[in-house]
C-alpha cells in the first residue's frame, strides 16, 4: 500500500523565515494531496488540497509544491509567524481509494 | 454549519471493558472514517464505511469494530480494551468525489488502564 515519509520532525524557525516540510510518497496512483494543520488539543484543519494537475498552490502564507515525477509534495511557510506554531500533516489518496495515508507530521515552532 | 461531531470528548477505561466511540456528521457526505493519532505513527486508519450498513476495514483494524447505522452516524467499538488502544481518535467525513474535503471531528482521548 501507499506509503508516505514526512521531514523533519520537528522544525524550529525564528519569526520571519521561512520552514520548508518535504513529504515522498510511493504509489503512483496517488492523485489527490493534501496539507493539514493541527494546534495543540484541536482537530485538523486543512490548508490546501492539490490535485495532480496541480504543481504550485499559494494559500494565505504558504506555498504548497507538487512534483509528480519525483512523487514529492512540499509545504512552505513563507515569513513564519507565531501562529503558525503547530503540527503539519501532509496525506495522500489515490484515484481510486477513499481513506487518506498520513505522514508522520512535522512540528513547528517558531521563535520571536 | 457542516460539521463532524464526536462524543465522548475523553474517556477512561480499564484494561477489559467495553467502549463506543460515535461520531456524528451534518456533511451529508457518504464516507466516514476512523482514524487513531499515535505520536511516531501519525494518522492511522481503522475502519471506514460508504454507507449506512456499509463497512470497510482500514489499515489498523484488529481490536476494533465498527458500525454505520445511518448515514450521519458511525460508531467504534472496542469490546475488549487493551492498553496499546490508549489514543487520540478522530472521525472524519467525505463525499465520494475523489476531491472532495474531509472534515474531521474534534477528536476523542482515550486512556485504557
Known amino acids: 500500500g501507499e506509503q508516505v515519509e514526512q521531514r523533519p520532525p520537528h522544525l524550529s524557525v525564528r519569526e520571519g523565515d521561512s520552514a520548508f516540510i518535504t513529504c515522498t510518497y510511493t504509489d503512483p496512483n496517488s492523485y489527490y494531496f493534501f496539507w493539514y494543520k493541527q494546534e495543540p488539543g484541536a482537530s485538523l484543519q486543512l490548508l490546501m488540497k492539490v490535485f495532480s494537475s496541480t504543481e504550485i498552490n499559494e494559500g494565505q502564507g504558504f506555498t504548497v509544491l507538487l512534483n509528480k515525477k519525483d512523487k514529492r509534495l512540499s509545504l512552505n511557510l513563507t515569513a513564519a509567524h507565531p501562529g503558525d506554531s503547530a503540527a503539519y500533516f501532509c496525506a495522500v489518496r489515490g484515484n481510486y481509494a477513499q481513506g487518506l495515508t498520513f505522514g508522520l507530521g512535522t512540528r513547528v515552532s517558531v521563535f520571536p | 454549519e457542516a460539521a463532524v461531531t464526536q462524543s465522548p470528548r475523553n474517556k477512561v477505561t480499564v484494561t477489559g471493558g467495553n467502549v463506543t466511540l460515535s461520531c456524528r456528521q451534518t456533511?451529508?457526505?457518504?464516507?466516514m472514517y476512523w482514524y487513531r493519532q499515535d505520536t511516531g505513527h501519525g494518522l492511522r486508519l481503522i475502519h471506514y464505511s460508504y454507507g449506512a450498513g456499509n463497512l470497510q476495514i482500514g489499515d489498523v483494524p484488529d481490536g476494533y469494530k465498527a458500525t454505520r447505522t445511518t448515514q450521519e452516524d458511525f460508531f467504534l467499538l472496542l469490546e475488549l480494551a487493551s492498553p496499546s488502544q490508549t489514543s487520540l481518535y478522530f472521525c472524519?467525513?467525505?463525499?465520494?468525489?475523489?476531491?472532495?474535503?474531509?472534515?474531521f471531528g474534534s477528536g476523542t482521548r482515550l486512556l485504557v488502564i
Open positions: 456533511n451529508s457526505h457518504n464516507y
Open positions: 472524519a467525513s467525505s463525499d465520494s468525489e475523489g476531491n472532495s474535503d474531509y472534515t
